[in-house]
């Protein structure tokens, strides 16, 4: 596990954040479309360079490190599972880009696919396998990644509402004691999921507080509307 610090400024997007992660800690990050969410992940994850600022995972500065070798993953809405692959090999495939052996390999994937209740699932393609179903495997194929930082960007927001409270589920179990941002418009996956909850609005931090503390008494215009379900 290691802390995360980040300091972000996209001017052309009108984003100054700082924003500092504990060890073994996940935030939820929420906001209006357009506040900077994506923006924020995709600068730690190394896919967009800010105009100033700085990342920094445990002891490492990661501005000048490529993508690849951050320690960091990325879950986004879209599981992106390769079609061509069983499940199995698809969780298997990040260890396999770090050197480890087939077998060792396979072992890590079914561990991680048992993980999150889907080791019935190894042998499948992924146009077997439905939305809920494939979006597990894409956290298992993260974990096997084991990655020092992990991040989620609405990882439910493409599924169907019957499906989501499961993998709620999978992913509290995946993300304990895990260092983890997850963006959300979803108050029910910032309260199952978060430690603490960060609103971002036009750019900037406008709250930041417990997941408890921020749900329970929201002070910022968005919080409000997040927890009074207003928010589509």
Known sequence: ???????????RRGIDVTLDVAAGETVAITGPNGAGKSSLLGVIAG???????????????LDATPPHARGVALLAQDPLLFPHMSVLANVAFAPRARGVRRRQANELALRHLTEVGAETLAGRRPTEISGGQAQRVAVA????????????????????????PAL???????LADRTAIIVTHDAADARALADRVVVIEHGHIVEDGPTEQVLDDPQSGFAVRLVSGSIK
């Not at 194929?141 to 989501?164: G, I, K, Y």
């Not at 709620?168 to 995946?174: C, D, G, N």
């Open 168 to 174: 709620r589920q999978t992913l509290r179990t995946a």
């Open 47 to 61: 896919l967009l360079r800010p105009d100033d600022g700085e990342v920094r995972l445990g002891d490492r500065v």
């Open 141 to 164: 194929r993260a974990l096997a990644a084991d990655p020092e930082l992990l991040l989620l960007d609405e990882p439910m927001a493409s599924l169907d509402v019957d499906v989501r």
């Open 1 to 11: 596990m290691s802390a995360l610090h980040l300091r972000a400024v996209i001017a």
